[in-house]
């Protein structure tokens, strides 16, 4: 019994001595050089509640959208480069 009770207070002491990291979601399967996609992501991250935090163009030229929604964070990466 005494085992047991060691145990569970150990096992509560890590859960709480774990700092909550946020989920990072990375998608790299869209086209956001598609005006079209673009919109379509914008309107359903907002009606799921994301908020845009960034976009840029990353060392790759490639499109980069960053969405946070609390502690969570989704990122868009487009999977063809930039282009004028």
Known sequence: M???L???TAAIV???GINAHADTIK???LNLN???VRKCLLEA???SGWDLASVYLNADNKLVMIFDKGDD???????ETFTD
């Open 2 to 4: 005494m085992r047991k």
């Open 6 to 8: 060691q145990f569970f």
């Open 14 to 16: 890590l859960m709480l």
């Open 27 to 29: 998608n790299s399967d």
């Open 34 to 36: 598609n005006p079209d």
């Open 45 to 47: 991250t907002k009606t």
């Open 73 to 79: 964070t989704k990122i868009y990466t487009s999977n």
